[in-house]
Every structure is written in structure tokens, then in C-alpha cells.
């Protein structure tokens, strides 16, 4: 069994930072790529960051030179840095990850990953 457990999230006021983790655990062969999506109030998930193993980073338009993303490959983690936060950034931010791992039923497969949401409020 694989989980990924994000933490970081909160309250910050606008042109503040934050930096969100998020863990991979378990049965894990390897990791291809993790990244970051969101869910503002209302509205559908979307791509924030997101990073391959030994590739470029790539970023939504939105958060160009304002977000980082990271990861430790030997620690199986991702980490986003969020500055100067504008209001419009307010989402619930979801870890993602696609992961090689083992089960009963598939054997050896690839597959993508959820963390539960952690809540970024970002206030004007």
C-alpha cells in the first residue's frame, strides 16, 4: 500500500509564503512524476507544478516565478514553495504522484497517487 501525506498548508496573508511536503510511503519501486494540482472553491483541479524524475520542472502559467517545486528523489518527497500568494491562489492543493509498486492482485504496475488536500487560504 502507497500513501503520500502533504503538510504545510494554512493561513498567510497576501505577498506572504508557504511551503508545502508531501511524502511518499510504502511499497515503492520507483517514481516517475510528482507534482502538485489544486482546487480553488467551486471550480475543477488544475496542474500547478510538476516534476519527473531527472526532468525539467513545468508550471502553470498562474504561478510562473512565483512557486518552486522540488523533490528527494532518495527520500521519495516533493515539496512546493509558494511566494509573494495572491488571493486567487486560495485552493485545497493535492500532491500527486505516479509510482511503481506491488500488489496481490496486478503485481508490478504503475500507478497515480492522491494525498488527502491540504488547504491553502490566502487572504487579501
Known amino acids: 500500500q502507497v500513501q503520500l501525506v502533504e503538510s504545510g498548508g494554512g493561513l498567510v496573508q497576501a505577498g506572504g509564503s508557504l511551503r508545502l511536503s508531501c511524502a511518499a510511503s510504502?511499497?515503492?519501486?520507483?517514481?516517475?512524476?510528482m507534482g502538485w494540482y489544486r482546487q480553488p472553491p467551486g471550480k475543477q483541479r488544475e496542474l500547478v507544478a510538476a516534476?519527473?524524475?531527472?526532468?525539467?520542472?513545468n508550471y502553470a502559467d498562474s504561478v510562473k516565478g512565483r512557486f518552486t517545486i522540488s523533490r528527494d528523489n532518495a527520500e521519495n518527497t516533493v515539496s512546493l514553495q509558494m511566494s509573494s500568494l495572491k488571493p486567487e491562489d486560495t485552493a485545497v492543493y493535492y500532491c500527486?504522484?505516479?509510482?511503481?509498486?506491488?500488489?496481490?492482485?496486478?503485481?508490478?504496475?504503475?500507478?497515480?497517487?492522491w494525498g488527502q488536500g491540504t488547504q491553502v487560504t490566502v487572504s487579501s
Open positions: 516534476i519527473p524524475s531527472g526532468g525539467a520542472p
Open positions: 500527486n504522484a505516479l509510482i511503481l509498486t506491488t500488489s496481490q492482485a496486478v503485481g508490478v504496475t504503475w500507478h497515480d497517487y
Open positions: 510504502g511499497t515503492i519501486f520507483s517514481v516517475h512524476t
